[in-house]
């Protein structure tokens, strides 16, 4: 059975007073034990978010570099000495306003496994790929060093996001049955590579705009294991309505 997944990705939002208050009603409330909630805060939160008793916490993004002269940026080893189990890579706010591509996404997710911390890789098409009907194709590519140049075993140690960029923020989100379909996908290039029984214990969770109105039918899904969820995650009530909908 794979992991049920909800992680918050509350992006650059909430001054120190509201997130620690945010934190504070997250944490007390009641979800099934076989839910994992990770919370994503702004990585200036991160030192203290990593006491918290029930949710898991992990960093939006991470250098691909070692410690050193690297100015504003953190390691996954600082990361490994905070004890957190997880960190977003590849999101598509940094591929886009930061230039990531998938060199540097594997360099940073390398830079995770190696400290034991699982990398919640993002994929996604843009609407003008979705348009064109080369969805597929551009998320295969996305993922396509990942499957070449990682091993099955580090496989076992990840989670992919997958997050069609026309559906983040913007209200609209994929129709279950095509989020589903893009799930089987990746589940299938997985299964190429490395084998059924790895393919099948890989979470993949499905971000853009999934809202308490949406994440039950998205969540019933075969393929889908749980949500990334922007937005929807800065209010207690929406939040625990998504971790409450498997
Ligand atoms: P959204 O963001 O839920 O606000 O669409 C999802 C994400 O970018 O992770």
Redesign the pocket.
């Known amino acids: 059975m794979r992991k049920k997944i909800v992680v918050g ?1 509350w ?1 650059m939002n909430l001054n120190s007073e509201k997130a620690y208050k945010l934190l504070e009603n997250l944490e007390s409330i009641s979800f099934p034990n076989d839910v994992e909630v990770i919370i994503a805060p702004p990585s200036i939160y991160l030192d203290s978010f990593s006491k918290a008793k029930k949710l898991f916490i992990s960093s939006q993004d991470v250098s691909s570099n070692d410690n050193g002269a690297y100015t504003g940026e953190f390691s996954a080893e600082m990361l490994s000495s905070l004890n957190l189990k997880y960190s977003i890579i590849g ?3 940094r591929r886009q306003y930061h230039g990531e591509g998938e060199d540097l996404i594997c360099k940073k997710a390398r830079q995770l496994l190696k400290y034991n911390i699982s990398p919640i890789y993002c994929c996604g098409e843009s609407l003008e790929n979705r348009k064109s009907k080369n969805h597929f194709q551009v998320v295969k590519s996305q993922l396509s060093r990942l499957l070449n140049e990682f091993r099955g075993s580090d496989f076992q140690n990840l989670i992919i ?1 997958y ?1 069609p960029v026309w ?4 209200g609209l989100t994929a129709q279950p049955s095509d989020a589903q379909n893009m799930h089987l996908f990746i589940r299938q290039l997985i299964d190429d590579k490395f084998g059924l029984e790895i393919a099948q214990s890989v979470p993949i969770l499905y ?4 809202k308490p109105s949406n994440s039950k039918e998205l969540f019933s899904m075969n393929d889908i294991d749980g949500g ?6 800065l209010d207690a009530d929406s939040f625990s309505t998504i971790i409450n909908s498997f």
């Open positions: 990705n992006k999101h598509s706010e996001a997050e559906a983040i923020g913007t971000g853009g705009s999934c990334l969820i922007g937005g929807a995650s």
